[in-house]
Every structure is written in structure tokens, then in C-alpha cells.
């Protein structure tokens, strides 16, 4: 079974210019979620996908991310314009069952994002 | 706060040595869950626990959950050096969300 798939997996940008990151999740998963990862920290979840609509996007700075799931399956997270603190690997994840609390979470291996 | 909280934060051990990790959080859960983090395979599922249930193993692992003190540990047992990895804890909450921990970095030295 393949994974979930990312791209790109390095991204280095200037501050302030726009950047896009690429999900595909494991066939047939139909929750997916972008998690944002600072250096020395644990995940932190930024949107949760279920099929193709927005379940959680509590912690998303919606003034320059925005994330869209389209048909329900890949997904992409863009970032404009991006800041310093926006270096980090940012994840994807999905899991087979929607409403379903006891998920364990498939991840992707990340895109590492750095902001000069 | 949701998040789990691992302790200690860094261990080294001798290859063949248990390592022990503790995880506590502040809010009731649905689950909690083991990650393993390392630069080889990315970040992957060890483990799941059920707020009703009090220990669970599998092969090399054994994670306990106490929710009256909201804390759970992770034992690794005979410990090889590719265990060294970082390892989250993650609590499960409402519609399967997580809230992870900042981390237990272990290095087993062979």
C-alpha cells in the first residue's frame, strides 16, 4: 500500500513571497490534516479535512494560510506571503475512518520549509 | 491546554536496556497515542490507547494509561539502536484530532 505522498520536500523562499505544499493521502482515507512542525517541537495541527470539507481549522492563521481538499483526495496548504516563523516541516496525515475517534494517523515524510 | 507533555525530554541508554517515558496531559481524552519520529522513516504510529483501558503491549512496547492522574508511560523493552528516535506522545480528542507533545528524544548507544 503506498503512503501519503508530498511535494516538494525542500522549499527555501524569501520572506514575504508565496509558497504552495502538495498532499496525496493513502487511497480511500477520507480524513486528512496538515500539521505544521517548528524545530524542537511536536506536530501542531493547522486543518483537518473530512472528504472535502473543513472539520477543524481553529489554528490555521487564516490571514496567510489557506488549504483546500479538492474532490476529497490531494489537498494543498499555501502560504502568503510567508514570514520567518513559518520555517518548519509541514505534514500530512491521513486516517481511513471519518467520525471515527480511534484513528491512528499515516504521515507523510514532510516539506521542510525555510524563510530567509 | 490538550497537549501531552513527555518527560524526561532526552534519554540514553545501552543497546539491550529498557527506556521509560512518561506523558502527561491536562484535559479528558478519547485515546492517547506513541509516535516515533526519526530522520529515516518520518513520523510513525507505535501505539494506540483507549481512555478505557489501563495497559496495552505490543511486541517491544507497553504503554499504560492512568486517567485519574492523566499520565501515561511508554516502555520500550531490549532496547536496539534503531530505537533512537524522538517519541510523541498524542492525545486523541474530539472528531479523531491530536494533540502532540514536544518530544522525548532517545539515544540508544550500541
Known amino acids: 500500500e503506498a503512503g501519503v505522498a508530498q511535494s516538494p520536500r525542500y522549499k527555501i523562499i524569501e520572506k514575504r513571497q508565496s509558497v504552495a505544499f502538495w498532499c496525496n493521502p493513502i487511497s480511500g482515507h477520507a480524513t486528512l490534516y496538515w500539521y505544521q512542525q517548528i524545530l524542537g517541537q511536536g506536530p501542531k495541527l493547522l486543518i483537518q479535512f473530512q472528504n472535502n470539507g473543513v472539520v477543524d481549522d481553529s489554528q490555521l492563521p487564516k490571514d496567510r494560510f489557506s488549504a483546500e481538499r479538492l474532490k476529497g483526495v490531494d489537498s494543498t496548504l499555501k502560504i502568503q506571503p510567508a514570514k520567518l516563523e513559518d520555517s518548519a516541516v509541514y505534514l500530512c496525515?491521513?486516517?481511513?475512518?471519518?467520525?471515527?475517534?480511534?484513528?491512528?494517523?499515516?504521515f507523510g515524510p514532510g516539506t521542510r520549509l525555510t524563510v530567509l | 491546554s490538550q497537549q501531552g507533555e513527555e518527560d524526561p525530554q532526552a534519554l540514553s541508554i545501552q543497546e539491550g536496556e529498557n527506556a521509560t517515558m512518561n506523558c502527561s496531559y491536562k484535559t479528558s481524552i478519547n485515546n492517547l497515542q506513541w509516535y516515533r519520529q526519526n530522520s529515516g522513516r518520518g513520523l510513525v504510529h507505535l501505539i494506540l490507547i483507549r481512555s478505557n483501558e489501563r495497559e496495552k503491549h505490543s511486541g517491544r512496547l507497553r504503554v499504560t494509561l492512568d486517567t485519574s492522574k492523566k499520565s501515561s508511560s511508554l516502555l520500550i523493552t531490549a532496547s536496539r539502536a534503531a530505537d533512537t528516535a524522538s517519541y510523541f506522545c498524542?492525545?486523541?480528542?474530539?472528531?479523531?484530532?491530536?494533540?502532540f507533545g514536544k518530544g522525548n528524544q532517545v539515544v540508544v548507544i550500541p
Open positions: 498524542a492525545t486523541g480528542y474530539g472528531n479523531n484530532r491530536l494533540a
Open positions: 496525515a491521513s486516517s481511513p475512518r471519518a467520525g471515527d475517534s480511534y484513528n491512528e494517523q499515516f
